[in-house]
């Protein structure tokens, strides 16, 4: 999507195409605390030993929204995406996150980059999170083998 629908998908417009009309809506579903400033996004089920972005963020609390897209010509509605609000200023620009092992230089038409949701589930984490949940699982591995 590029960046003028974007916007329109944040101020809840709706989106057409030859295809179908779709209505988005806003929700706020929390704050994520950063307390290391390195942010994750994973399926915390699945893959919870993910990489941190490459780029850090102000240690700090930061609101989180999810973007429903409506279907109106089945009644079907599922989130779009989800986002976690840096500052309240209007965004000039979009850059990719990329984590730590990935580097825009070699992407080629073909590939794409995110992480796997297998379980179903995605999240925002901080990496401090993810030592903690891999602690966990490495314990219970041990305390259960």
Same mark, same amino acid.
């Given at each position: !999507?590029?960046?003028? *629908?974007?916007?329109?998908?944040?101020?809840?417009?709706?989106?057409?195409?030859?295809?179908?009309?779709?209505?988005?809506?806003?929700?706020?579903?929390?704050?994520?605390?950063?307390?290391?400033?390195?942010?994750?996004?994973?399926?915390?089920?699945?893959?919870?030993?993910?990489?941190?972005?490459?780029?850090?963020?102000?240690?700090?609390?930061?609101?989180?929204?999810?973007?429903?897209?409506?279907?109106?010509?089945?009644?079907?509605?599922?989130?779009?995406?989800?986002?976690?609000?840096?500052?309240?200023?209007?965004?000039?620009?979009?850059?990719?996150?990329?984590?730590?092992?990935?580097?825009?230089?070699?992407?080629?038409? *073909?590939?794409?980059?995110?992480?796997?949701?297998?379980?179903?589930?995605?999240?925002? !984490?901080?990496?401090?999170?993810?030592?903690?949940?891999?602690?966990?699982?490495?314990?219970?591995?041990?305390?259960?083998?």
């Amino acid at each position: !999507m590029d960046t003028i *629908n974007f916007y329109k998908v944040l101020r809840g417009e709706k989106l057409s195409s030859s295809i179908v009309d779709i209505t988005f809506t806003t929700h706020y579903v929390g704050e994520l605390i950063l307390t290391s400033g390195r942010l994750v996004a994973c399926d915390p089920l699945a893959f919870p030993d993910s990489e941190a972005f490459q780029k850090s963020l102000p240690i700090g609390k930061y609101p989180v929204l999810l973007i429903v897209a409506h279907y109106p010509t089945n009644n079907y509605q599922r989130v779009a995406y989800a986002i976690i609000r840096i500052s309240e200023e209007t965004p000039v620009n979009w850059k990719l996150g990329i984590c730590s092992d990935e580097e825009l230089a070699s992407l080629t038409e *073909n590939d794409t980059l995110g992480y796997p949701v297998d379980s179903g589930v995605g999240c925002f !984490m901080d990496f401090d999170a993810v030592k903690i949940i891999d602690d966990s699982i490495y314990y219970a591995y041990i305390a259960n083998p």
